[in-house]
């Protein structure tokens, strides 16, 4: 290797801020260009739309599955009242329309006419009542936690103090109310979630014994747009139309969840194997599935972000201008343009762009600034030792990192930034749960975690209060803590935008976190299909009643 | 002079014979089935026996290499399977064993003058810088070449291989030395050094052996005193003189009308035993030599003879003496 | 005349001093060529990967996003990885912990597993039973979860995440010598029966000697195989760890987690040089051992032809 | 019997090893008869094992036959194939091993062993083949066949290994039976029977003998012709009666002193001073004259031709015309 | 030889309970619970849950209702995918142990042929065709060559299914349904075998080279037996002791699932199970899954110790 490289290396890489070239991706739709090239595998198929998914377990009872791809598999079988649309907005479904009381405490939902479950039997509001009530059962072990809702009585019933919940009211079949005790925004959707057939799942209820009810996990019966045909563990769930549907039965008549792993998705949709699959976010792929001609694909930005915890508690990190100096001295354009190569832009705020509450202005943007964070460093009294590392007194500036994945981007940049910085930096890769374990005890100075997809922007920062007691960076702010509670008591979006815009205002100012990136989701069709639409709250179940295959 | 060195009191041993998975049978060889005699300091016991008839059984149990079933073994006063360890490494210094198979008793991944030379090193009657030369020593006295000392086992003939083995055993410089056949894979030429080498030793360093041969000849230049093994036991035991001239059961008269004479001329009338070779897993009733005797009767398939003294410490198991 | 005829006294001198057997070793791996360009391979693997980065203009290189994966240049031989960084210079500095690993654990659990192997054939009996029951109950742990409580415990005890890999690579060859002792075992109770192994014992020798020197060269060659096979499990499973935070951490490069870096299709399809040199290096570290132990398993086999 | 069964031509055969080339089998021609005995005797390590093997091409990897021919019925054994040569194997010429421990393989029981040469030469069923392993293993003289061929070699003495392997080589009833000491691990009685039972083939069958011995006894009993060997060659070659009574080579002399006879006990053994040459560097001299009480100058330079008088042949000086020069 | 059967089975359950109770504590151990691993979980309904799963109570006392429950055939109910262990086990095991004993048979089958023909034919190409081959296959990891083999075979030849079990959609019976599958394993299957292949033949070729030298096979050559029945007889049974004690060891394998190979070829074995009641502490599919492949660990030991004695007539007597 001859020298004159050596030195436009050394230049290269010395140069402190490098505006990459990496261009930034926006959301956009691509049309199919060829749909002359569609696998004949796929024309084949003439009433049957397959979509990829991971693997899911086999639980097809909503509230009591625990993987995650149970949810997809079982939405289209189960229709809730309330759904978002693609903007996060609640729109309804199986409920006619709600009413929510001046004093925001009490429901009331009315039921569309007629509505059936997939066995024929009528759904009622019953039903309905039905569904809170299980959710209440002491032996109800599901993830569904009604607790934010704080339906009137419900803690009674569920402490064997009651025989109903108080405040669950059947005003007519088409009419329920519900009365809670603590305004919460989020409970609109809580309340109407999906509904239960009190026929089928309540016919052997006794309170606190639900073991009844995994019998029934594998023969769901619900109002969804299909119901389920069978179940092919780790391969395949297969569906067929639902002639009850309220809206009547879907266009095609077959509908397939097929299993897929990420190394082979790109090609079981090559090959017509796949009509709908999501696809890594990187030019390559888009490059590829553009090749192809016959994939309609949609670029859409994620419903969540990532993010480091800061661990607050650490004495070292309590001082606001060292987690400040952690994120200036952080090169997170470098990190996001490495992970995602353009489709991928920097977080500032923690919420996705994709939300109602999302924001920027006001908010410091934290631009990769070595100066700005040796200056505050040096503020705060953490002076460069002889090693090179800063240290206050006798302890030194190491900061661990746990992370799950091995390939975190994260590690290799945030490495040599803190180095420039004078931070010894200790990497360390650990299975997903020891990381929650130690996350949960509070042993780690950074982590790094994904949030799941948002529904409500208060998912992504309710832990943030002092008082909540999930709070795992251990921020304490009485100011976050106040804007808080307040952004959920109330159920008005105009008002809780306000109130999540001074929100992220103080965040940014006392960082608890290190907000990294926001990403892009590659959907990709089939052109054989149209009529889907993913979405970034519901993904295709919304689009599944309105499917058509082209001839 | 004539103390007894080793004393071998109705030594039984047999081996279980196997029983595989499906089925068990519990049969057992009796390889050795009660053998009494003693050895004196200085003694050349000859042990003379159809193949099979558990000459090394007996020579290896002896050296503990197998467990016995029943009886015991005096070296020197001490029953030799009640030995401590200690007491037993000692014993081992003491009393050698040449194999009868020269070529499996010798590990292939060793060269030679190490397989010598080892214990020699491990028992400190060598150190490792004139090892060597001792090794070089006892190898010439063998009747080995010296550029023989680097190479492995398989790169030897049959015989090369025996004196290889001799030379082992003889490092130790053992007081006593049980000798399977250590001369039947050599040439006359070799077999007369080597045995010469054997009378020198014991005539020079009081070492005693038990010379187990078929060579009857050989047996007769070199023993003292003989025994003769048939089916396990011994059937006769005299002093060499004694059995060579007097021999007095009738499978020793085989086996001496049998041996071959180095001379095309003369035609002798050999004994030719007929009839059934019994198997040690079943030995026929009575006298086990019955079925091949040409004097046998009832009596024989009876009553098992009496190992008897018929004076001059000649012992004869015969009905008929 | 001359009397060179050899008899008596044939050159006493060449005889006195003993060829040691490494030397006649050596002396006979020379002569074989297969064994000696392994050993050549090996030996330039260990300089490329101590000495080459000496010679890297790219070792001390951020992360730089100009040069993501750009394919091989006169600038950068083998390209640069998806952090721009130069391939060839990870490749050595890889091989360091790689080979170091590979080698390391493959001599501990060898020995570990013949010796433990060889004790229980020899001595049968209660130490057999109670080691080979120790090795059923050592087999049937599962590895996965052993393994996550190991990381658990060292990331408990803080030891600086570069030493990790080591002590894991000791625990398991410390937990991993069932297989092979009950490999060796199996031939050792063969063996013993062997009457050069009664020779042995007539001599008095001791067990160890019994063991060391008379048993366990006479497996050797399964040992070697062992070996071989070892090293490429290790360089690779290497790798695997570092899944579960137990390997080398990022971004330390070693070879095993170069070649997963590149675990999709298109890095698969379009960026070969992300993980054929990787691959080409184990390959030719195991190969070069192969046939190194080849040579010599040959070179200590006495039957063999020379 | 005009044309010998087999016959060799200056036959090498050489070691590669460490040291250097190790000619184990030098310049050796002779010829056996249909129905003829040949005793070799010779010094262990002169090479009459590897002369052996390199009759049935059976040497190991380092070994090699340099030079010559040998004859089998006319036809040069090294020259066939690997597929004639092994139909020649087992079924012409039977050979039995020094060695009767490592030569039976340890996993396969006796009968399996000796059946197998029978169903591999010789049309006939397995039952069949197992009836004639008994029936072998009874002539041999072996208590109980039915019980030892279902049991494996390691259980069996050595003396009975060393019949097992006549058994399978004398399975076919082969022409040419070729014996490396096949009687030394057995008592008298039976290597008596075994002698008569080898005659009675020879008889019966006019099967050829090839008996490597150590045992002048034996050879006396039952050779036609003996050879003596040393040092990879023949050095003397004469009917039986003649060698016994009229020995010419030193060595022949030396050996047949050596030999212990019951009833002539003397003090000590007489035996051959020196040690056989290293074979690695031999140089052009008669291989014994550094052991030899009458060696002469001609002896340390030249190589003896190998001449004959009235058939017996010798390779020294002594009888040579021009010993003298 | 009954006796030590015997002997050696009874052994066997003291050992089963130690690995039981040691395997427990291992998980135990774990850092983390099923209930961790669901961060959303508020600490009260964490605790909650907690209580109803009875991971609240001390390892002893968890072990020995583990135990109890056991004993009378109750292997527990699945926290993650709701739904006893048996029947959850049993749908996926099966599957694993298709190609995983499909890829035995053709592991051993080639690596029998070709390690003994390498160790016969030592230094020929063929030989180091094979130990190239071996080696290669041995240095890359296993994702990579089921990446090549997909590429390859499905996506450029189009003429093997890219993964799964069977077609998308697929109804076939019977005859059409075996031909279906068969299919769909045969590249899982390959990269199976070619994963074992390597050191297979490595173990057969080493055996090999040691017997071919020995007497034993001169005495067969003397005998003039045909080349085929010297090597594959009279050597190979010598060379095949030492892997009866590998086939054993195989035991556990059959049923243990290739998580990595299932993976990527999508096929619907145990392997993704366990890794997943791993990382989610499903404790009742880990310890029943575990245990039983610890039981198959020890029979297989006990089984290679016994055919060990059975095969090698050596070994029998004492
Ligand atoms: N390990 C063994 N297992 C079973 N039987 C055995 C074993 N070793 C020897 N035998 C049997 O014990 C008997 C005596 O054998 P031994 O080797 O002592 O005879 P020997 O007198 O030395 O014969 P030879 O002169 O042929 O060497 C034989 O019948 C033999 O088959
Ligand atoms: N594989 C080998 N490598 C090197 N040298 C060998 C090899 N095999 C035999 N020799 C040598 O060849 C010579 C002849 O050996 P051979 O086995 O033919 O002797 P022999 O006449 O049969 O002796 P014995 O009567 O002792 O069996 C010996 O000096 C021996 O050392
Ligand atoms: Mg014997
Ligand atoms: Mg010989």
């Given amino acids: 290797l001859n020298s004159s490289t050596d030195e436009k290396a050394n230049k290269e890489t010395t140069s402190a801020v490098q505006t990459a070239d990496i261009k930034q991706i926006k959301d956009q739709v691509i049309k199919a260009s060829n749909t002359g090239n569609i696998p004949a595998k796929a024309l084949e198929r003439k009433d049957t739309f397959i979509a990829g998914m ?151 209820y006794t309170y606190a014994h639900l073991d009844y009810l995994k019998k029934l996990y594998s023969k769901p019966v619900g109002s969804g747009p299909y119901k389920l045909e069978k179940y092919i563990p780790g391969q395949e769930i297969r569906y067929v139309a639902n002639k009850n549907y309220y809206d009547g039965p879907p266009k095609v008549k077959n509908f397939i969840y097929k299993v897929t792993t990420p190394e082979t998705t790109s090609q079981l949709f090559e090959a017509g194997e796949t009509d709908y699959d999501r696809f890594p976010a990187e030019p390559e792929s888009v490059e590829q599935l553009k090749e192809l001609g016959f994939a309609n694909i949609k670029v859409t930005t994620a419903n969540s972000y990532s993010y480091a915890y800061i661990n607050n508690t650490k004495p070292y990190l309590k001082d606001k201008a060292v987690r400040q100096a952690l994120i200036y001295g952080l090169d997170r354009q470098k990190i996001t343009d490495v ?52 240290a206050k007194g006798e302890t030194k500036l190491k900061i661990s990192y746990l992370t799950s994945r091995n390939d975190d981007d994260f590690i290799p940049i945030a490495k040599e930034n803190y180095k ?72 008005d979006i105009n008002e809780r935008k306000k109130i999540y815009h001074e929100l992220y205002k103080e965040l940014s100012d006392d960082p608890p976190v290190i907000l990294l990136n926001y990403r892009k989701v590659i959907h990709a069709n089939n052109a054989r299909i149209s009529g889907l639409n993913p979405d970034n709250f519901t993904g295709i179940s919304s689009s599944l009643p309105n499917l058509s295959i082209k001839e | 002079m004539n103390e007894t060195l080793l004393e071998v009191n109705n030594l039984k041993k047999f081996y279980s014979s196997k029983s595989t998975l499906f089925k068990s049978v519990n049969e057992q060889v009796k390889a050795v089935d009660g053998v009494t005699f003693s050895i004196k300091k200085g003694d050349i016991f000859g042990l003379v026996g159809e193949s099979g008839s558990g000459k090394s059984t007996l020579g290896k149990t002896i050296l503990r290499l197998h467990n016995k079933t029943s009886g015991d073994v005096f070296f020197k006063g001490k029953n030799v399977f009640k030995l401590s360890k200690k007491e037993l490494i000692h014993y081992r210094l003491q009393s050698q064993l040449v194999f009868q198979d020269p070529f499996s008793s010798l590990n292939p991944r060793i060269r030679i003058g190490e397989a010598i030379g080892e214990a020699m090193i491990q028992h400190k009657l060598a150190s490792r810088t004139n090892v060597r030369d001792q090794v070089l020593s006892i190898m010439e006295k063998c009747g080995l070449s010296p550029y023989h000392i680097d190479r492995y086992p398989h790169e030897f003939s049959g015989g090369q291989r025996q004196r290889i083995v001799i030379a082992r055993a003889m490092a130790l410089n053992p007081e006593f030395v049980v000798t399977d056949e250590p001369v039947s894979a050599l040439d006359v030429s070799i077999q007369a050094q080597i045995i010469n080498l054997f009378s020198e030793l014991q005539e020079k360093e009081n070492l005693s052996y038990l010379f187990i041969s078929h060579d009857l000849s050989v047996v007769e ?7 003769i093994m048939y089916l396990g036991n011994i059937v006769e035991q005299a002093s060499r003189d004694e059995l060579f001239k007097n021999p007095l059961h009738p499978y020793t008269k085989a086996l001496l009308s049998a041996i071959p004479i180095p001379d095309p001329t003369i035609k002798r009338e050999k004994i030719i ?21 040409p004097i046998a009767q009832k009596k024989c398939a009876d009553i098992p003879p009496d190992y008897k003294d018929v004076g001059s410490n000649h012992f004869v198991a015969c009905h008929f003496v | 005349m001359e009397t060179s005829l050899v008899t008596d006294q044939p050159q006493k001198d060449a005889v006195s001093k003993p060829i040691s057997l490494w030397k006649q070793t050596y002396m006979r791996l020379r002569k074989n060529k297969l064994a000696i360009s392994g050993l050549f391979f090996l030996l330039a693997m260990i300089a490329f990967s101590f000495i080459g980065p000496l010679f890297s203009p790219y070792v001390n290189s951020t992360v730089n996003v100009n040069l993501m994966n750009h394919p091989p240049s006169a600038e950068h031989w083998l390209g640069t990885d998806k952090y721009g960084r130069d391939v060839l210079t990870r490749l050595m500095l890889a091989g360091q912990i790689s080979l170091t690993v590979g080698i390391a654990s493959m001599v501990l659990s060898v020995l570990i597993g013949s010796v433990l192997g060889a004790v229980a054939g020899f001595y049968r009996g209660i130490i057999d039973q109670v080691l080979m029951r120790l090795a059923d109950i050592l087999m049937s742990i599962p590895g996965l979860p052993l393994l996550l409580i190991m990381g658990a415990i060292l990331s408990e005890w803080k030891t600086p995440s570069e030493y990790r890999i080591y002590i894991i690579m000791l625990m398991l060859s410390l937990i991993g010598w069932p297989g092979l002792a009950r490999l060796v075992r199996g031939q050792v109770l063969s063996l013993r029966e062997q009457p050069f192994i009664q020779a042995a ?38 790798s695997a760890l570092s899944y579960l935070g137990l390997g080398v951490t990022p971004p330390t490069p070693s070879w095993g ?41 040959d070179a200590l086999d006495p039957k063999m032809k020379r | 019997m005009n044309t010998p069964l087999l016959e060799l031509k200056d036959l090498h055969t050489s070691f590669h090893t460490e040291e250097g080339t190790v000619t184990a089998v030098n310049n050796v021609s002779f010829s056996i008869n249909p129905g003829e005995t040949v005793c070799i005797v010779g010094e262990s390590g002169c090479g009459k094992s590897v002369m052996a093997l390199s009759i049935m091409q059976l040497l190991s990897d380092s070994g090699e036959i340099t030079d010559g021919m040998i004859l089998f019925n006319g036809s040069n054994l090294l020259e066939k194939t690997k597929k004639e040569m092994r139909k020649i194997r087992g079924k012409d010429i039977g050979m039995i091993f020094q060695e009767p421990m490592t030569s039976l393989n340890p996993v396969f029981t006796i009968g399996d062993q000796i059946t197998e040469t029978l169903l591999e030469h010789l049309s006939i069923s397995k039952a069949e083949a197992y009836d004639k392993a008994i029936e072998l293993v009874t002539l041999l003289g072996i208590p109980n066949a039915k019980k030892i061929v279902k049991s494996y070699p390691h259980e069996l003495s050595g003396g009975m290994l060393q019949r097992i392997m006549i058994a399978i080589a004398l399975g076919c009833n082969p022409k040419l039976l070729i014996a490396d000491e096949p009687t030394t691990a057995l008592d008298v009685t039976i290597q008596a029977q075994i002698l008569d039972l080898l005659q009675t083939i020879k008889h019966d069958l006019g099967t050829s003998i090839l008996f490597i011995t150590h045992d002048l006894g034996v050879v006396a009993e039952m050779a036609d012709t003996v050879m003596v060997m040393y040092a990879g060659k023949i050095v003397e070659k004469a009917q039986v009666v003649e060698l016994f009574q009229n020995p010419k080579h030193p060595y022949t002399k030396g050996l047949l002193r050596s030999k212990p006879v019951i009833g002539k006990r003397t003090q000590r053994l007489h035996s051959i001073s020196g040690q056989v040459p290293k074979l690695t560097d031999l140089t052009e001299s008669c291989y014994f004259s550094e052991r030899c009480e009458h060696c002469m100058d001609i002896c340390k330079t030249q190589a003896p031709p190998f001449i004959s008088e009235n058939d017996h042949y010798t390779a020294c000086w002594l009888y040579k015309e021009g010993k003298d020069q | 030889m009954k006796q030590y059967i015997f002997y050696r089975f009874l052994q066997m359950i003291p050992i089963l309970i130690g690995t039981s109770f040691l395997i427990f504590v291992l998980f135990a151990l774990l850092p983390g619970d099923y209930i961790d691993s669901n961060p959303k979980l508020t600490p009260e309904r964490a605790q909650e849950l907690r209580e109803l799963y009875g991971l609240d109570k001390p390892i002893l006392e968890r072990y020995v209702r583990w135990f109890t429950d056991l004993v009378k055939g109750d292997f527990g109910f699945s926290l993650k995918y709701q739904e006893p262990v048996t029947s959850l086990l049993n749908k996926f095991i099966w599957n694993s142990f298709l190609i995983a004993a499909v890829s035995l048979f053709f592991t051993w089958t080639i690596a029998l042929f070709t390690g003994v023909i390498s160790a016969v034919k030592q230094y020929s190409w063929f030989d180091g065709f094979v130990t190239l081959g071996v080696f290669a296959a041995m240095s890359f990891p296993s994702f990579f060559i089921g990446l090549l083999l997909i590429k390859f075979f499905a996506v450029d030849l189009g003429i093997l299914p890219i993964g799964g079990m ?68 009279h050597a190979l049974k010598n060379a095949l002791l030492p892997a009866i004690t590998l086939l054993a060891f195989e035991l556990p394998g059959l049923f243990s699932g290739a998580i990595i190979t299932e993976q990527i070829f999508n096929w619907p074995g145990v392997g993704r199970i366990q890794l997943e009641a791993l990382s989610f502490r499903d404790y009742p599919v880990l310890m029943s899954f575990t245990m039983l492949l610890s039981f198959l660990t020890i029979i297989g030991n006990f089984l290679a110790d016994i055919t060990y004695a059975a095969v090698d007539p050596r070994i029998r007597l004492k």
């Fill in chain 1, 54 to 204: 991971s693997a899911p377990g086999g639980v097809f009872l909503p509230y009591f599955y625990d993987n995650g791809w149970d949810g997809n598999a079982t939405s289209p079988i189960f229709s809730p009242l309330v759904d978002l649309d693609k903007n996060g907005k609640p729109i309804p479904i199986l409920a006619k329309s709600w009413e929510i009381s001046d004093d925001q405490l009490v429901y009331t939902f009315h039921l569309k006419d007629d509505l059936k479950f997939s066995n024929g039997s009528p759904l009622t509001a019953d039903d309905v009542a039905f569904t809170l009530t299980l959710l209440h059962d002491p032996a109800y072990d599901g993830w569904g936690d009604l607790a934010a809702a704080t339906i009137k009585g419900g803690k009674d019933y569920k402490d064997g103090k009651a025989k109903t919940i108080e405040g669950i009211k059947v005003v007519d079949p088409l009419t329920i109310k519900i009365t809670t005790e603590k305004v919460n925004a989020k409970a609109l959707l809580l309340l109407g979630g999906i509904v239960l057939s009190k026929d089928y799942y309540g016919k052997d």
């Fill in chain 1, 339 to 390: 992970t995602y190569k353009g489709y991928g832009t920097v977080a500032n705020v923690p919420v996705s762009p994709v939300s109602w509450a999302y924001t920027e202005d006001g908010i410091n943007k934290y631009k990769y600034d070595v100066k700005k964070a040796k200056q505050l460093l040096d503020e705060a009294g953490w002076k460069v030792g002889k090693d090179g590392i800063r």
């Fill in chain 1, 420 to 491: 420039a910085l004078g931070i010894q930096f200790n990497p360390e890769v650990l299975d997903f749960n020891t990381l929650l374990t130690k996350l949960n005890k509070k042993d780690y100075d950074l982590a790094a975690v994904s949030t799941p997809m948002l529904s409500d922007p208060d998912d992504a920062v309710a832990d943030l209060a002092s008082t909540h007691p999930d709070n795992s960076a251990g921020y304490s702010n009485p100011k976050v803590d106040k804007l808080l509670e307040e952004s959920v008591s109330t159920t």
């Fill in chain 2, 221 to 227: 230049h070199l023993c003292n005193k003989v025994a």
């Fill in chain 2, 273 to 293: 035993l007929k009839g059934e070779i019994p198997s040690p897993i079943t030995p026929p009733s009575g006298c086990k030599f019955r079925t091949r005797c």
């Fill in chain 3, 201 to 238: 014992q007539i001599l008095g020798l001791s067990d160890k000697r019994k063991i060391f020197y008379h048993l366990i060269p006479n497996i050797f060659p399964l040992l070697l195989v062992v070996a071989t096979l070892n090293v490429a499990g290790a360089i690779l499973s290497e």
């Fill in chain 3, 257 to 297: 987690n170069m070649i997963d870096a590149a675990n999709n299709l298109v890095d698969f399809k379009k960026r070969p040089w992300l993980w054929i040199p990787p691959g080409a290096a184990i390959f030719l570290t195991v190969i070069s051992i192969n046939l190194l132990g080849d040579g010599l398993r």
């Fill in chain 5, 166 to 233: 069977i077609d998308t959609g697929s109804n076939t019976t019977k005859l059409a349904y075996l031909l279906e599958v068969s299919k769909h394993m045969v590249l899982p299957v390959a990269i199976l075998t070619l994963l074992s292949v390597g050191s297979l033949t490595r173990y057969f070729r080493t055996g090999m080279l040691e017997v071919v030298r020995q007497d034993y096979i001169r005495t067969a050559r003397a005998k003039g037996l045909k080349e085929r029945s010297i090597i594959f007889k």
